[in-house]
């Protein structure tokens, strides 16, 4: 299948910096990506939809300043959260959809957040 | 109502059973539906996509879906401890909705 890959898979961040985390479909061309946030033993959580080339739309109550979104090519999504602090620490994961295949959405392998 | 209702289990059954996982919507407009597969600490894996009702086969898994009752399932045949994770039925309206995901059911598998 299709692959999507997230980077990096695990960081550890100070509270107060600012973490991006990539995402990139390495043999697709993904005109929308999707960003989630995942809590243990939770399902996922959409915070926003990204399409290439305009502005990340944001699920309610998910700050867009907070988590910075940039969608600047067909095959790579980054998410900036910024000012981290220890209740940003989560496990983040994209998924990219790829219209080759009627749309089939993949996913990332997830990128684990902790701030300290 | 959700949108989407998934059984949250968890279920356990020996290894080589049959598995029924099944799904329940109200919203009509969905037309694509999927299944993933998420091992803990890892993404969701694409198990099976059917758009529209019908059935599907890969391998041990079979999706079926009935828009008439808005019900998905998917069989897991001859399961493996390996099939052992949490398995996520989601589908979507358009080509590029967003997801609408069940909860996910974690199924065991014993050796």
């Known amino acids: 299948g299709a692959v999507v890959s997230q980077h990096p898979s695990r960081v550890i961040c100070k509270s107060g910096t600012s973490v991006k985390i990539e995402c990139r479909s390495l043999?697709?061309?993904?005109?929308?990506m999707f960003w989630y946030r995942q809590f243990p033993k939770q399902s996922l959580m959409l915070m926003a939809t990204?399409?290439?080339?305009?502005?990340?739309?944001?699920e309610q109550g998910v700050e867009k300043d907070k988590f910075l979104i940039n969608h600047a090519s067909l095959t790579l999504s980054t998410l900036t959260v910024t000012s981290a602090h220890p209740e940003d620490s989560s496990f983040y994961i994209c998924?990219?959809?790829?219209?080759?295949?009627?749309?089939?959405?993949?996913f990332g392998e997830g990128s684990w957040l902790t701030v300290v | 109502q959700k949108e989407v209702e998934q059984d949250p289990g968890p279920l356990s059954v020996p290894e080589g059973a049959i598995v029924s996982l099944n799904c329940t919507y109200s919203?009509?407009?969905?037309?694509?539906f999927m299944w993933y597969r998420q091992y803990s600490r890892k993404g969701p894996e694409l198990l099976m996509y059917?758009?529209?009702?019908g059935n599907k086969e890969d391998g041990r898994f079979t999706a079926q879906v009935d828009k008439s009752s808005k019900y998905i399932s998917l069989f897991i045949r001859d399961s493996q401890p390996s099939d052992s994770a949490t398995y996520l039925c989601?589908?979507?309206?358009?080509?590029?909705?967003?997801?609408?995901f069940g909860k996910g059911i974690t199924l065991s598998v014993r050796p």
């Open positions: 998924s990219a959809s790829d219209g080759g295949t009627g749309n089939t959405i993949y």
């Open positions: 043999d697709f061309q993904a005109t929308t």
């Open positions: 990204s399409n290439e080339g305009s502005k990340a739309t944001y």
């Open positions: 919203n009509s407009a969905f037309q694509y």
């Open positions: 059917t758009y529209s009702s």
């Open positions: 989601a589908m979507k309206a358009g080509a590029n909705s967003k997801l609408t």
